[in-house]
């Protein structure tokens, strides 16, 4: 995927914003509209009455310096000081009152989105291909949603319940100063918003740019601390933690410039918003000052003025706050929403129907793929599997053998030729059905960080417990499982490291096993172990492989002997294919291969027996008493 930068000035907010308003607005949910629609309500009155409360402060001001109050005439209790100082607070307790009915509201319509949005891109992640999750870095990927998570919460929480009812404030704000006091309180007070709005809109705008620096170091910082973590075991092999370290402490470096900067110019913004909004005050405070003087106007006018304008500075501080937060919104869920704009690679056609398998029969036609179009992986490559018989993929290095598991598994599309299963090409049906009734037992098995009954359960979630431990027995691992204090609910560890090799491929057999597919997959599922375990886990391979259609990728020759056909790879062509003694017999490749593997078996045994000689020397020296 292309990391797609979106600037300030591209459309991105209003691109961003229309992504939300779904979440806003959610049509499935009546209820959450609803809570919408009566937090907007209360919102609206509460500004509504924020706008009055300084008329009690004013009519209070006027009442206890003994000026007759202004119009509109007011109530016969209210003439009364105490009254209007109790009416002004009362009012203030409405107003907040208000404003928490409408937190309290709108809680649950802000979490709704968080939660919709953040389950959107998990299950967009696993939709995407393989090719996208090879070339991305988990830890850079999981702060992208981390950080996006939790923008969304800010951009809907402000887009909704604040900017609305702020210009609200601002259009009842001025329509007063320009009833009450005249126009040149209005041209004050509206070319100080406006210089207000400008600096803060420039000012955010400069930060952007910085915000985007720090959360890219922070990325990188995580993405080295996962990666270095996930490799624990790598880094104490060859006794790296000081280079590790350095390394990260290398991102942390920029993220602390970058963080610095962002606080730096966080107090130039607060500094010049204060300095801006003071010179607008001190004009309209000179203004009323001259009025009061002339008699013109009351005490009292000069202190709702004040008042007036010390509301004022909230909602416009809180506008700076506003267009901060949604831009920094922006910014850190402007990459989790180009996650969502990645397009699937691998699609169903519309009329995808799901795959029918009857026998099982596999058939590669004149397949050809390429990774990159520069480099071709598979040439022309067509063979058969028949039903329940075993037909083994062999060759060298980067021959494309684990190619065709990923084909099959439709993880690529192929770019010329046909894959079938029972006659079925594997492009018009679901890809969902399709893996239904393919099992795979890969090389590198890595288990979830969870237990050992959810590892085999995860072939069939909806498995007994029963079929959990039949799987588990058949597997060859049953007796290991019991031997452990927590049985079954023992934890294996980040990605099964608590499992030896062995254990693990025993694991991955049995959930295999509890899949029951037609069709299995082994992808070199006995290269990594040692001879003796592989002997062990081969005996449990071939329970699960027998009556299957079996696909076998092998590099131990040895562990497809028996195959029904053996099928050479080389350079993406099919150099050889036959039986085992076929193939010996041939003098080819695969003679040549099998040859070069038995000799370095056969030199692996001697050195094993001679080391077992030495030990055993060693022993019966201790023992044997020395004749003096």
């Known amino acids: 995927m292309a990391n797609k930068t979106v600037s300030a000035d591209s459309g991105s907010t209003f691109r961003t914003l229309m992504n939300l308003w779904p979440y806003m607005w959610p049509a499935?949910?009546?209820?959450?509209?609803?809570?919408?629609?009566?937090?907007?309500?209360?919102?609206?009155?509460?500004?509504?009455?924020?706008?009055?409360?300084?008329?009690?402060?004013?009519?209070?001001?006027?009442?206890?310096?003994?000026?007759?109050?202004?119009?509109?005439?007011?109530p016969a209790f209210l003439v009364v000081p105490a009254a209007l100082v109790i009416a002004y607070n009362l009012m203030r307790l409405i107003q907040a009152g208000f404003n928490q009915l409408r937190d309290a509201l709108f809680a649950s319509v802000g979490q709704h989105a968080v939660r919709k949005l953040a389950y959107q891109t998990f299950v967009h992640m696993h939709q995407l291909s393989l090719r996208f999750h090879l070339e991305r870095r988990t830890g850079g990927l999981s702060r992208i949603i981390e950080r996006g998570v939790k923008g969304i919460e800010a951009i809907v929480r402000f887009t909704i319940l604040n900017t609305i009812p702020t210009i609200l404030e601002f259009a009842l704000t001025a329509v007063i100063f320009a009833v009450a006091y005249g126009w040149v309180y209005l041209v004050v007070v509206a070319a100080t918003v406006a210089a207000y709005?400008?600096?803060?809109?420039?000012?955010?705008?400069?930060?952007?740019?910085?915000?985007?620096?720090?959360?890219?170091?922070?990325?990188?910082?995580?993405?080295?601390?996962?990666?270095?973590?996930?490799?624990?075991?790598?880094?104490?092999?060859?006794?790296?933690?000081?280079?590790?370290?350095?390394?990260?402490?290398?991102?942390?470096?920029?993220?602390?410039?970058?963080?610095?900067?962002?606080?730096?110019?966080?107090?130039?913004?607060n500094f010049g918003q204060a300095a801006i909004f003071g010179v607008g005050m001190l004009a309209i405070m000179l203004l009323s000052a001259r009025e009061v003087a002339a008699g013109t106007h009351t005490i009292g006018d000069f202190v709702f003025v004040n008042a007036m304008l010390m509301q004022l500075s909230v909602p416009l501080n809180f506008i700076g706050?506003?267009?901060?937060?949604?831009?920094?919104?922006?910014?850190?869920?402007?990459?989790m929403f180009d996650l969502l704009d990645v397009k699937q690679e691998v699609l169903d056609k519309p009329d995808a129907k799901p795959v029918a398998v009857e026998a099982g029969r596999v058939e590669f036609r004149n397949v050809e793929f390429s990774y990159d179009p520069t480099r071709l992986i598979l040439r022309g490559v067509s063979f058969d599997v028949p039903a329940g018989k075993t037909v083994a993929i062999v060759g060298p290095s980067g021959a494309g053998k684990s190619t065709i598991s990923r084909l099959l598994f439709r993880f690529y599309d192929i770019q010329s030729g046909s894959i079938l299963i029972d006659g079925q090409?594997?492009?018009?049906?679901?890809?969902?059905?399709?893996?239904?009734?393919?099992?795979?037992?890969?090389?590198?098995?890595?288990?979830?960080?969870?237990?050992?009954?959810?590892?085999?359960?995860?072939?069939?979630?909806?498995?007994?417990?029963?079929?959990?431990?039949?799987?588990?027995?058949?597997?060859?691992?049953?007796?290991?499982?019991e031997t452990l204090p927590d049985g079954y609910k023992s934890m294996v560890g980040e990605r099964g490291l608590k499992l030896s090799g062995g254990e693990k491929q025993r694991v991955a057999i049995a959930r295999t096993i509890l899949k029951a597919p037609p069709i299995l997959i082994l992808d070199e599922a006995t290269s990594a172990l040692d001879t003796l375990t592989e002997q062990e886990i081969q005996s449990a391979l071939d329970i699960v492989s027998r009556g299957r259609t079996t696909i076998v990728i092998a590099h131990r020759l040895s562990t497809v002997v028996s195959a029904d056909e053996i099928i050479v790879l080389k350079g993406g062509v099919i150099a050889e294919r036959g039986t085992h003694p076929q193939l010996l017999a041939a003098a080819g490749l695969y003679a040549d291969m099998w040859n070069r593997q038995r000799e370095a078996t056969e030199a692996e045994e001697r050195l094993r027996i001679a080391r077992e000689s030495d030990e055993l020397g060693v022993v019966v020296r201790r023992r044997t008493p020395e004749i003096t």
């Open 197 to 269: 709005t400008w600096f803060t809109v420039w000012a955010s705008d400069w930060r952007i740019a910085i915000r985007r620096e720090m959360n890219d170091s922070d990325t990188e910082a995580n993405t080295k601390a996962i990666d270095s973590l996930l490799n624990f075991e790598t880094v104490k092999y060859f006794n790296n933690e000081q280079m590790e370290a350095e390394r990260f402490d290398r991102s942390m470096a920029r993220y602390e410039i970058a963080a610095t900067k962002t606080w730096t110019s966080l107090g130039w913004l």
């Open 28 to 74: 499935d949910r009546a209820d959450l509209r609803f809570r919408v629609i009566w937090a907007t309500v209360y919102l609206v009155l509460s500004k509504l009455v924020l706008v009055v409360v300084p008329y009690f402060f004013k009519w209070a001001t006027d009442a206890l310096s003994g000026t007759p109050h202004s119009p509109p005439p007011l």
């Open 425 to 481: 090409d594997i492009r018009d049906v679901t890809q969902e059905s399709l893996r239904q009734v393919i099992g795979m037992v890969p090389q590198d098995t890595v288990l979830f960080n969870d237990t050992i009954a959810y590892n085999i359960r995860y072939g069939r979630p909806d498995a007994s417990e029963e079929e959990v431990r039949k799987a588990a027995d058949l597997a060859q691992i049953s007796g290991f499982i």
């Open 321 to 335: 706050f506003i267009y901060r937060e949604i831009r920094q919104g922006l910014t850190d869920i402007e990459n």
